[in-house]
Antibody
């Protein structure tokens, strides 16, 4: 079964970092790029960045540049999104999604709560 | 960054009625436009690709049209299970999403 399985919910403090994983199964991981999209409570979907697992190329939204790092481990068929210097406004559900230009396959989402 | 604007923000419609949602791009995205449906607590579900092609398994009551900067998603006969938020997304220049239209059942 083709799917993306994300790591579990995280609760963290302002100023800290969080790393969310996205494990692909059912297809050749290096064949499709992975995007990260977040959704704050009641807000729109917000694109954060992208990685090409085949060559490790990345691209980040200007909004998150300098705070987000997307990486991958091809041996584990897993992509990662690390967001640093967290603030309360980063409380959101973080999704990974497989790229075909459009996004036909999504992970289940990971809730990250930033609270002191 | 290409800005996507959706209207209206909320729509309240009776079952069986026709629903039309709009999406406008700040510059041409050609036909690199997708539509998604999102229900509470769920990830978005892909409905339409290439502005007008239904994704696999999507019912025929969903249709898309448009190109360039103006796009429309139509639900020909609203069903109760269609209550959701609908997002447009361009992928002509990386990715941006519209603000969504919430469709409520009267």
């Amino acid at each position: 079964q083709v799917q993306l399985a994300q790591s579990g919910a995280e609760v963290t403090e302002p100023g800290a970092s969080v790393k969310v994983s996205c494990k692909a199964s059912g297809y050749a991981f290096a064949t499709y790029s992975i995007h990260w999209v977040r959704q704050a409570p009641g807000q729109r979907l917000e694109w954060m960045g992208w990685i090409n697992p085949d060559n490790d190329n990345t691209k980040y939204s200007v909004k998150f540049q300098g705070r987000v790092t997307i990486s991958r481990d091809t041996s584990a068929s897993t992509a990662y999104m690390e967001l640093s210097n967290l603030r309360s406004e980063d409380t959101a559900v973080y999704y990974c999604a497989r790229d075909s230009g459009f996004l036909p396959l999504w992970g289940q989402g990971t809730l990250v709560t930033v609270s002191s | 960054e290409i800005v996507m604007t959706q209207s209206p923000a909320t729509l309240s419609v009776s079952p069986g009625e026709r629903v039309t949602l709009s999406c406008r791009a700040s510059q041409s995205v050609r036909n690199n436009l997708a539509w998604y449906q999102q229900k509470p607590g769920q990830a978005p579900r892909l409905l339409i690709i290439g502005a007008s092609t239904r994704a696999t398994g999507i019912p025929g009551r969903f249709s898309g049209s448009g190109s360039g900067t103006e796009f429309t998603l139509t639900i020909s006969s609203l069903q109760s299970e269609d209550s959701a938020v609908y997002y447009c997304q361009q992928h002509n220049d990386w990715i941006t999403f519209g603000g969504g239209t919430k469709v409520e059942i009267k």
